[in-house]
């Protein structure tokens, strides 16, 4: 029975590499269009206009900034945001806003503030966000969160030194932003991920956070008005 069994035992065994060879091929011939695909992926690029012709040396700064930061950003917090962005110079009111990816930054600001490309960087963050519901507070603190992190590093701009009992997270922006720094330190380090991916899947609420740190917001911001230092 033994001399028997061991050819049946090693024929087994070819068909089996064979099956293998068969399987890793297949592998192979299924990532290939996919690997194709990927390196075909559009580049990054920025549309530049101005209605100003004096701004319009501004241009290389932005430049400069946008192909900088904005693929680390659509790497970190959303692969599949826009590789084609519009950066338009107007005359309009307030400093700048975004929609889709579409960022307009007001001629009247740019005339009277040197800290322009941090502007920009909180703005198309914002493209990157892509967010169905407008989460002002959190949606605005991770702007600046951003901004912080990824520069310029000579932003002119910068969060606040520290904090005061009667601020609130709630009123985003730099605030907010410095509240998340202290989490991700002291906390939890994800925490800005965390709340990046349900924003986006639009599924935030407040409870989150205890999800995933065992603690409220407002447990936190009383911990953090105590103890402040980053
Ligand atoms: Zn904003």
Redesign the pocket.
Known sequence: MMTIARPGRARRGVLFAAFLLLCLSLTVGIGAPTAQAAAAKPKFQMNFTTDDPSLAYTESMFREQFEEVYPKLVKRFNPDAPRTVTLQIKYVDGVAS?DGAVTTISSSYMHSHNDLAGVYT??FM?TVQAYPEYVVWL??GI?DYVRSVYGPKDDPWSLPATVTPEQSYKQGYGITARFLLWMEKHVRSTIVDDANRVLHAGTYSDDDFVTWTGQTLDYWWSYYVQHPEI
């Open positions: 975004t909180h703005e914002h949606t605005e702007a």
